[in-house]
């Protein structure tokens, strides 16, 4: 069988343990982890543009290497301008807001969007000098999306996949971009194209037709010029034994009794996100503060838990949102709060999964309101950390790409803060013959969409296209 390799922009920590709550690098390292094969990314770190030469983007130099079990990992340092144009630019800056629905909060920068093709060709150099002929190369997420593009420029000829993991949005959205025509014909480059859910897959078939002028051909994929276009939809899933397990075996840690205790019978809403714009977190607050308002005989009675490690800080929304947010607890809480009772608990740091999977069992209600997301795995993780004979109740957004399986949830619109504040009521009263049910047919939908069946289908699937040698016209 071939070798599989990874690309990514952000790599996961190597060991076992060090993961957080959701995210690409968790499911694909856990994912790596069963089939074994090389992981090539950013190492996190940015050199002085002093000690490179300009432009140089070190192709020469030999990317640093880590390896756990069958998961050898090679990282490449990006210097400081390359971090500023590709990540905080073009990628966090243009394309996050973008195929998040924000068009408002997105800036371009053409000096941004070079850098942007500068890193993406540096990985393909830095990847090039250590692929096998028979690879399976398996690029993810909307960093690298010209990636295909600048390998083929270099004469590679494996075969090449792209997952994106983050929304595909609307064509009169993806086309405010103003270089949206080359990031289409560079995902059209990849030999498969792989997304979360059939309404991303949909829309950009959509942009594709409307904007490139693409052809359906009769076996369902796209045609660009000579190109065939080919797209799957892979929703990505979590493996739930083991994230119950760890519920299970963290219920004795005594960080978790201790909090446990402190919580003294109260129900616990708790929620779990990268401090992020898209996430919903103010709506989500005023939400549960009419929910307060509304019925106040759960005043005393419940604890929202909100964990946000920042993330992005150096770029300005996400400097505004933290400050929003900050100002907001602080009050509701001068609003709700008694002597012996926090209504929410606001803390901006990242927790292990080994804590978080028993803090989901603990948790009455798990409330997961994107206002956009491509899948959400904290909400898949809080269903699987649950006990199947007192589950708790899922909160969900309709807009997160996880609403399309797991119809056991509560499901809100995300804007409609009286019904996210409804939802919560619900929720908490909700008979636990109801909750085992709805508990239960969203583990069906999760055994069946489980982290290996994501894999497996679309690496089967990209075994199966062939590689188209050159780039998309
Ligand atoms: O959702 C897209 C994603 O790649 C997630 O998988 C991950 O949580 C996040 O973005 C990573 O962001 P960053 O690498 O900027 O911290």
């Known amino acids: 069988m071939s070798r599989l390799v990874v690309v990514s922009n952000r790599v996961a920590p190597i060991h076992e343990g060090e993961a957080t709550a959701g995210g690409l690098a968790a499911g694909v390292m856990d994912a790596l982890r069963q089939s074994g094969g090389l992981w090539f990314g950013w190492s996190g770190r940015t050199l002085p543009q002093s000690v490179v030469p300009p432009d140089s983007l070190t192709p020469g130099s030999p990317p640093a290497v880590a390896c756990s079990g069958p998961v050898t990992l090679y990282t490449t340092d990006l210097t400081q301008r390359d971090y500023d144009e590709y990540y905080k630019g073009f990628s966090n800056s243009t394309l996050w807001p973008t195929m998040h629905y924000q068009i408002s909060l997105a800036r371009f920068e053409h000096q941004d969007y070079l850098g942007y093709q500068r890193v993406n060709r540096h990985f393909a150099v830095s990847l090039a000098a250590l692929l096998k002929e028979d690879d399976v190369i398996w690029v993810h997420d909307y960093h690298l999306m010209l990636l295909a593009t600048a390998l083929r420029e270099i004469g590679v ?3 090449i996949g792209f997952f994106l993991h ?3 949005p609307a064509s009169s959205v993806f086309s405010t971009i103003p270089v949206h025509a080359e990031l289409g014909r560079g995902l059209a480059t990849f030999d498969l194209i792989g997304f979360q859910t059939e309404g991303d897959q949909r829309a950009f078939s959509n942009y594709m037709r409307e904007e490139l002028q693409a052809e359906t051909c009769p076996e369902g994929h796209l045609q660009l010029g000579h190109r065939v276009v080919r797209t799957g939809v892979y929703p990505i899933g979590v493996e739930a ?3 119950r397990a760890e519920a299970i075996r963290g219920r004795d840690d005594p960080a978790i009794c201790d909090y446990k205790g402190r919580l003294d019978q109260r129900a616990l809403i708790m929620s779990v996100e990268r401090l992020d714009y898209s996430k919903g977190l103010r709506q989500r607050f005023s939400a549960f503060e009419r929910f307060l308002v509304q019925c106040p005989e759960w005043r005393r009675q ?3 838990l909100q964990i946000a490690p920042p993330s992005r800080s150096d770029v300005e929304a996400y400097q505004t949102i ?5 100002g907001e ?4 809480n001068g609003r709700f709060a008694e002597l012996d009772w926090t209504p929410l608990r606001y803390l901006n740091r990242s927790f292990p999964r080994d804590q978080l999977m028993p803090l989901y069992a603990l948790a009455a209600v798990g409330l997961v309101t994107p206002l956009r997301d491509g899948m959400n795995l904290v909400a898949k993780e809080y269903v699987a950390a649950q006990d199947p004979e007192d589950p708790g109740v899922l909160i969900l957004s309709q807009f997160a790409g996880a609403a399309r399986e797991l119809d056991g949830a509560v499901r809100v619109n995300p804007h409609d803060e009286a019904g996210m504040a409804y939802a919560m009521k619900i929720a908490l009263q909700m008979p636990v ?3 085992r049910d709805r508990h239960a047919s969203m583990m069906r939908s999760l055994r069946t969409n489980s ?4 894999r497996d289908r679309f690496l089967f699937d990209l075994r199966l296209a062939e590689a188209g040698l050159s780039a998309a016209a």
């Open 166 to 168: 983050v929304p595909f």
């Open 329 to 332: 607890a602080g009050r509701i």
């Open 157 to 159: 000829r494996n075969r």
């Open 451 to 454: 982290l290996d069946a994501w």
């Open 322 to 326: 933290r400050r929003e947010l900050e």
């Open 241 to 243: 034994d083991p994230l």
């Open 433 to 435: 013959a109801e909750k």
């Open 302 to 304: 419940v604890e929202y």
